[in-house]
Each structure stands twice: as structure tokens, then as C-alpha cells.
């Protein structure tokens, strides 16, 4: 059994760093690519393919030509799921309090519950 060196660990550790920065950036790309509305399929093909048959020299060409447009397209992309999460937050949580106030108004309206019953109530579902 042969026994690892400290300098042949640390190369290991260094060659598995670069392995994986490697694959963020590749997925990074190819994520890229797909989400671009300003190219066609071919063009995203092209990239595809070049990718596959010359990974390095691509991915640096790519991150030098379309940089600037890949920090655009993830900060849209962020933007647009936040306000996708913040309607849908709304929604659900407006819903429900307008809902049992409205209620609460239909009931003090028809007599089933004073007023004071009903303040408490909207007090209720506004803390909530």
C-alpha cells in the first residue's frame, strides 16, 4: 500500500479546486446559453458544440465575449423570481386577512357580533 505524501495531498486538493471551479463555470455557461433570447438555436448549438469539442479555450471566449451580458441576464433572472416570490406572498397573505375581515363585516353588519367584537377581530388578523 502506498502511502500519500503530504505534497502529493496538497496537489490532489489543489487539481479537485480547479475541477470544480471548472464545472461551476461550465454549467454557469451552458445556463447561459439556454436562458439567451437575443440568439437564435443555431447560434446557441454553435456554442454548444464548441463547448464540447474545445471546453477551455470556449468557456474563456464565451466569459470574455457575452461577460457583461451573463451578469445582466442572472441579475434579470433574480429580479424577476423576487417579484414573482413577492406577488405570490401577497396574494396569499392578503387574501386571507381581507377575507376575515370582510367576513368579520358581514357578521357585524348582520347583527351576529358588536362592535366591539368586530374591532378585536380586524386587531386579530392585522398582528397576525
Do not use: C
Not at 503530504?6 to 489543489?14: A, E, V
Not at 439556454?34 to 463547448?51: C, E, H, M, P, Y
Request: overall charge negative.
Amino acid at each position: 500500500m502506498a502511502v500519500l505524501s503530504l505534497g502529493d495531498f496538497l496537489w490532489s486538493l489543489l487539481v479537485i479546486f480547479f475541477m470544480v471551479i471548472y464545472f461551476m463555470m461550465l454549467f454557469q455557461i451552458i445556463a447561459d446559453v439556454f436562458r439567451r433570447r437575443d440568439i437564435s438555436g443555431g447560434k446557441k448549438a454553435a456554442w454548444l458544440v464548441f463547448l464540447l469539442v474545445v471546453p477551455v479555450v470556449a468557456l474563456i471566449a464565451y466569459s470574455i465575449v457575452n461577460g457583461d451580458g451573463m451578469a445582466a441576464r442572472t441579475v434579470e433572472t433574480a429580479q424577476r423570481s423576487q417579484a414573482q416570490f413577492d406577488e405570490h406572498v401577497r396574494e396569499v397573505a392578503g387574501a386571507g386577512s381581507a377575507e376575515e375581515i370582510a367576513r368579520g363585516k358581514e357578521l357585524l353588519d348582520s347583527g351576529a357580533i358588536t362592535e366591539p367584537e368586530y374591532q378585536q377581530l380586524k386587531a386579530r388578523v392585522l398582528t397576525a
